[in-house]
């Protein structure tokens, strides 16, 4: 669940030598539904969105190699056993697939600031599905997902990567709603008066740095505290519950929002960013972290946790500081899945 996005060790030359392009996706067999969240129809606010369905596995991503620009919500659906999302990054003109994997590689943090982060979904668990309604831009584009494996091997290392063109003109509608927002920032989460469940939810991104928001439920039995404790201190409170992925939105660059399809059931939650900072630290460290209440009416409320870090002005995405990733003997590269 922590994953501190790339900064553990990953094979360059597997990732960079190999084939990595979208394959069309399959409609994913049957699971039980994520005890944290369910998808159902509710509409977007644009009339008319383009679907696209996405296949999450061990350790697979499988997603359509074209697809049109404008209006469009990504129903991902985790076919595998570990909790997977996916990380959405635009390649600017002169960016390329190997520049990004190797700056990754380098230094995540300068990566952050240096490639668009398009919001995606976000903390599916097996079984569970997760929808996301984004304005695609054209351009191409690489989706990977970054959580790490009980070895703290991010997953796109075991495979877990592809990419696909957005082709064709944006349109002039919007897939992302008005009204009751959640809003990211340094270093917390803001929700808007009146938030429930139940809706396509606002979320945007209007600080200085990228931001993520990933949900987890407090299962039975366990407290909120003890999953903070959790997430805070996961080497050191290893037998302590860690919650159940429930959804949310992939790391966005500043100023993108999308809309997040929002069914948590009532219970408590906890909403955390794991993004790191250029003083090898994370958001979640610095204070963004929050401790989330569904009523049974449905009514959202969201309370931020001290955590005893500093809230400095935002430097997350300047050069220096982070911990760059060793890469690990060449030959020993992932299997790309396409």
Known sequence: MNRHWLTAAVVVAGWVGASATGTAATTPPGGSANPGTVVTDLPASAATVNVV??????????????????PTRFVATNV?????????????????????????????????????????????????????DVDLQPGAYVALCVIPDAAGVP????????????TGSPAAATAVPDGPAIHLEEYRFVADPGLTTGRVVRVENVGGASHEIAFYRVDDGATVDQ???????????????????????????????????LTLRPGAYVAVCFLPTSDKSDHLHKGMLASVTVAADGALTLEMVPTGAATSAPGDTTPGGSTPMAPMPVGTGPTMHT
């Open 53 to 70: 369905p996405v296949s999450l596995a061990d350790y697979r991503i499988e997603v359509p190699a074209e697809i049109p620009a404008g």
């Open 80 to 132: 595998g056993r570990e909790e997977h999302h996916m990380t959405l990054v635009r390649l600017a003109e002169g960016q390329t697939f190997a520049a990004l994997i190797a700056d990754l590689v380098a230094d995540p943090v300068v990566a952050l600031g240096k490639y668009e982060l398009v919001p995606g979904p976000q903390s599916v668990g097996p079984g569970g599905t997760q929808a996301i």
């Open 155 to 166: 997953h796109a290392a075991k495979g877990m990567i592809t990419q696909f063109t957005v």
């Open 227 to 261: 999953v903070i404790a959790a997430m805070l201190n996961p080497a050191g409170a290893p037998a302590l519950p860690r919650g159940t992925p429930s959804g949310g939105v992939t790391a966005m660059s500043p100023k993108h929002a999308a809309g997040l399809v």
